[in-house]
Nanobody, 127 residues
Framework: QVQLIESGGGLVQAGGSLRLSCAASGRTFSNYAMGWFRQAPGKEREFVAAVSRSGARTLYADSVKGRFTISRDNAKNTGYLQMNSLKPDDTAVYSC????????????????????WGQGTQVTVSS
């Protein structure tokens, strides 16, 4: 199995930026599709972004499109979520997820498709 550890969360003012990292260990990271999800207090977990094994394909929630960028560096076994123009509504615990997948360009949007999850990192955006 693969272990995931997120970092990079914190407190930022509206309009600011943060970059989250997701460090993977235990298996060959390039064999896993990856996604980011978030959960705000009192709300359901929601999809944020996903990237294929190869990194060639990405998908974003409408709420973050144009502001967030998902990427991965398979040589470093790390995934990233660059978040720009942050809004108070972006406040949540952000978690990365991974799932073994054979197709190099497939993207997984559904949280139920992911087998492995990190512990999450808190992002707080003040107004």
């Amino acid at each position: 199995q693969v272990q995931l550890i997120e970092s990079g969360g914190g407190l930022v003012q509206a309009g600011g930026s943060l970059r989250l990292s997701c460090a993977a260990s235990g298996r060959t990271f390039s064999n896993y599709a990856m996604g980011w999800f978030r959960q705000a207090p009192g709300k359901e977990r929601e999809f944020v972004a996903a990237v294929s094994r190869s990194g060639a394909r990405t998908l974003y929630a409408d709420s973050v499109k144009g502001r967030f960028t998902i990427s991965r560096d398979n040589a470093k076994n790390t995934g990233y979520l660059q978040m720009n123009s942050l809004k108070p509504d972006d406040t949540a615990v952000y978690s990365c997820a991974a799932d073994f997948i054979t197709a190099p360009h497939n993207i997984l949007r559904d949280a139920r498709a992911y087998d492995y999850w990190g512990q999450g990192t808190q992002v707080t955006v003040s107004s």
